[in-house]
C-alpha cells in the first residue's frame, strides 16, 4: 500500500491549485495523481481567459461580478459561494501574475481585459487565446520546484470510504497495469466535467466524468447534473470550440439570410449574451430552417468585423482551429458553427473550503473527502455558468480547498486500504480482461452519445428524456455484455474506456432523470414543455442519491443570505 498526508486526483487548474497550497506546509507528505500527463488536463485546452473585476480597462467591482454571475446562472447560484469568487478573484490572478503567468498587456501595461458573455464590463484576463495553457504551465513549476510527487498517467479506478471517512483510493498505473491502494488522511477530487457523454463536444478526451462516478458510487449524492452547458460557437461537425474571445472581441453571428438573429433573442447584448441563451437562438434558428451549409445544422460566425490584424494578435488559436479543423480562412470566410457540450455545472456538492457534504438532513461531511474545479458542485455557475468563471473558480476554489485540506488534516487519523476494499476495482478490471461477451464498448458510447446530444441536448422535452432514460437503460444492459479487444498490460486503453464507459452510463441515467423531474426551464437546461423558470416550485438545487434501480432525487435550498435577498432578489432574466 502506498500512503500519502494528502492525495490530490486531477492535475488541472483545481488540483494543482490545491497541490501547491498544500505544499505550503513542508511537513505535509503531498502527491498529485493524473491519468494523463499533466500539462495535457482540458484546463490547458481554455482558451478565452480568466475573470476578475481589476477593473483595467473600465469600472468595474466585485458585486458587480457577483451579481452578474448569480443573474447568468439564472439565481440557483449559491451566493456565499459566488461571493468569494468574486471577492477573491482579484488576488488569485496577482498571485498567478507573480508566480509568471504572462497575462497579455494593455497599453498601459497592465493586465489586459476583454469582454465575455454575461458579464457588464470588461473582466476576462487572458494570454492570447490560450489563458489556460499559459496558467496550467506556471503552476506545474511551482509544484516541481516544491517537489511534490506526481502520479502521471495513473487512473484512480475507485474511492474507499469506510464509516464516512475517507480512506485513501485505489489506483491503476497506465504503463504497468498494476492496480495499487494509495491511503491518504485527505483526498481531493479535481477529476474535470464530464461532456464526454454527449456527440458533439469540446471537451477533452480524458472528461469522463469519472470522480463524480466515484463519489458517487461511494454514498455521495451529485448535485444539479441536469444542468450542462452548449456552448454557442463549436465548430461544425467536430464540435471544438471556438473561444468566446472571438465574439468578445466582436464576431458576428448570422443566419441564412446574413442576419445578426441575436437581435431578435437579446438585442440588448446581442452575441455577447450568455451562453444557453446564444445556443438556443442558434437551434431555434437551424429548426426554422435558417441554418447554413448543405447540411442545415449550423449557422455562421463572422470574425472578419474584427480586423485581420486584431484577429492574428488576440485569437491565433480561433484561426488555426477554423483552417486545420475545417479547411476554412476566417480572414476570408464564415465559420459554421453549432451548439456543443461544453461545461458540466453539476457534480461533487461541496462547501466553500472544499469539504464534501452528503446535503443530507444534517448535511454530513465524508471526513478527509475535498472536491475542487468541474468536477464539484459549490454552486458558483447555478443552472449556466458564464464564460472565464471557470478558470477562476478552479483557482479560487482549488486554493481554498488546498486551505481547507490544511485546517483539518494534522488532526485526522492515519487510514489504511485493505483487499476488500480493493475488491470491487479489481473485480471491474477483472471483468473486463475475462469478458467474451459480443457487444463492443465502442458501438455502446456512440450511441449514448448520439442519444444524449439528440434527446437531452440544447432543448428538451418529457417524450425525448424518457426515450433517452429508456436508451441509457438499454445501453447499460449491453454494456454488461461487452468485451474489448486487448487483454494486455501495457498502456490498455481498451480496458480504460471500457471502463469510462461505465461511468459514462452512470452519469447519463443521473442527468436525464433529473432532467425528466425538473418541469421548468432555467439557464441550461430548457424544456420545450415547460418553457418558463418556475421559482415557486424548483428555486431549489437536485440531489441524485444512488440505488440500486437508480438514483433517488432530493432537493436542497439554494444558498441566499440575509444581506445577498436584500441586494440581489430573485428577478426576471433578460438580457
Ligand atoms: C476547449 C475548452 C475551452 C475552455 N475555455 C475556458 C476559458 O477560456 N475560460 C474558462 O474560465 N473556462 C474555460 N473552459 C472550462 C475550463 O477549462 C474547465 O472547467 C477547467 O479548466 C476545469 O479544470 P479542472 O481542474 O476542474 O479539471 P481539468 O482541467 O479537466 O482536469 C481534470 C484532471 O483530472 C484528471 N482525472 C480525471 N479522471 C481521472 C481518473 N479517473 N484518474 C486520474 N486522474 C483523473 C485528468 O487527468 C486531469 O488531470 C474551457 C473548457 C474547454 C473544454
Not at 122 to 140: K, Q, S
Not at 171 to 177: E, H, P
Not at 281 to 287: D, G, P, R, Y
Not at 424 to 450: F, M, Q, T, Y
Amino acid at each position: 500500500m502506498l500512503q500519502h498526508d494528502v492525495l490530490i486526483v486531477g492535475s488541472g487548474l483545481a488540483g494543482m491549485r490545491a497541490a501547491l497550497e498544500v505544499s505550503e506546509d513542508p511537513s505535509l507528505d503531498v502527491a498529485i495523481l493524473s491519468k494523463v500527463h499533466p500539462l495535457r488536463s482540458h484546463s490547458g485546452a481554455a482558451q478565452g481567459g480568466i475573470a476578475a473585476s481589476l477593473g483595467n480597462s473600465a469600472e468595474d467591482s466585485w458585486d458587480l461580478h457577483m451579481f452578474d454571475t448569480v443573474k447568468g446562472g439564472d439565481f440557483l447560484v449559491d451566493q456565499n459561494a459566488a461571493e468569494l469568487l468574486a471577492r477573491e478573484g482579484p488576488e488569485n490572478i496577482f498571485e498567478l501574475e507573480h508566480m509568471g503567468c504572462a497575462f497579455s498587456r494593455d497599453e498601459q501595461g497592465r493586465v489586459a481585459q476583454r469582454r465575455f458573455g454575461g458579464h457588464t464590463a470588461p473582466r476576462a484576463c487572458y494570454a492570447a487565446d490560450r489563458t489556460g495553457h499559459a496558467v496550467l504551465t506556471v503552476l506545474f513549476e511551482q509544484l516541481l520546484r516544491r517537489g511534490v510527487k506526481v502520479y502521471s498517467e495513473w487512473y484512480a479506478l475507485d474511492l474507499v470510504v469506510r464509516d464516512r471517512v475517507c480512506q485513501g483510493i485505489v489506483a491503476y498505473d497506465i504503463l504497468t497495469g498494476q492496480i495499487e491502494a494509495i491511503a491518504a488522511k485527505a483526498v481531493m477530487f479535481g477529476t474535470g466535467g464530464y461532456g464526454r457523454a454527449f456527440r458533439v463536444t469540446t471537451n477533452a478526451f480524458a472528461s469522463t466524468g469519472d470522480g463524480v462516478v466515484m463519489a458517487y458510487r461511494s454514498g455521495v449524492p451529485l448535485e444539479d447534473m441536469e444542468f450542462v452547458q452548449f456552448h454557442p460557437t463549436g465548430l461544425q461537425g467536430s464540435g471544438i470550440l471556438l473561444s468566446e474571445a472571438a465574439r468578445g472581441e466582436g464576431a458576428h453571428i448570422v443566419n441564412s439570410d446574413g442576419y445578426r438573429f441575436m437581435a431578435d433573442y437579446a438585442a440588448g447584448r446581442m452575441e455577447l449574451a450568455p451562453r444557453d441563451i446564444v445556443a438556443r437562438a442558434e437551434q431555434s434558428e437551424i429548426e426554422a430552417g435558417r441554418g447554413v451549409t448543405d447540411l442545415q445544422d449550423s449557422v455562421f460566425m463572422d470574425l472578419r468585423p474584427i480586423g485581420e490584424e486584431r484577429i492574428r494578435y488576440a485569437l491565433p488559436s480561433v484561426l488555426h482551429l477554423a483552417r486545420d479543423f475545417a479547411g476554412i480562412d476566417p480572414l476570408v470566410d464564415p465559420v459554421p458553427i453549432q451548439p456543443t457540450a461544453h461545461y458540466s455545472m453539476g457534480g461533487i456538492p461541496c462547501d466553500i473550503n472544499g469539504q464534501v457534504r452528503l446535503k443530507d438532513q444534517d448535511d454530513a461531511p465524508i471526513v478527509g473527502f475535498f472536491a475542487a474545479g468541474e468536477a464539484s458542485c459549490v454552486s458558483v455557475h447555478g443552472a449556466n455558468r458564464l464564460g472565464t468563471n471557470s478558470l477562476l473558480e478552479a483557482v479560487v476554489f482549488g486554493r481554498r480547498s488546498g486551505r481547507g485540506i490544511l485546517d483539518v488534516v494534522k488532526d485526522l487519523e492515519p487510514t489504511s486500504i485493505d483487499e476488500g476494499d480493493m475488491a470491487r476495482a479489481i473485480g471491474e478490471v477483472d471483468k473486463h480482461l475475462r469478458a467474451d461477451g459480443p457487444e463492443k464498448v465502442g458501438a455502446i458510447r456512440a450511441e449514448l452519445r448520439d442519444t444524449m446530444m439528440d434527446k437531452c441536448g440544447v432543448f428538451r422535452t418529457d417524450e425525448q428524456l424518457h426515450e433517452a432514460l429508456a436508451d441509457v437503460k438499454s445501453y447499460q444492459e449491453r454494456y454488461e455484455r461487452s468485451s474489448i479487444d486487448d487483454h494486455g498490460q501495457t498502456f490498455n486503453t481498451d480496458l480504460l474506456d471500457a471502463v469510462e464507459l461505465g461511468h459514462m452510463l452512470e452519469y447519463a441515467e443521473v442527468i436525464v432523470s433529473g432532467a425528466i423531474a425538473r418541469q421548468e426551464s432555467r439557464g441550461g437546461h430548457a424544456r420545450r414543455d415547460f418553457p418558463e423558470r418556475d421559482d415557486d416550485n424548483w428555486f431549489k438545487h437536485t440531489l441524485a442519491y444512488r440505488e440500486e434501480d437508480g438514483p433517488r432525487l432530493e432537493y436542497c435550498a439554494v444558498n441566499m443570505e440575509p444581506q445577498h435577498r436584500e441586494a440581489f432578489p430573485l428577478q426576471e432574466r433578460t438580457y
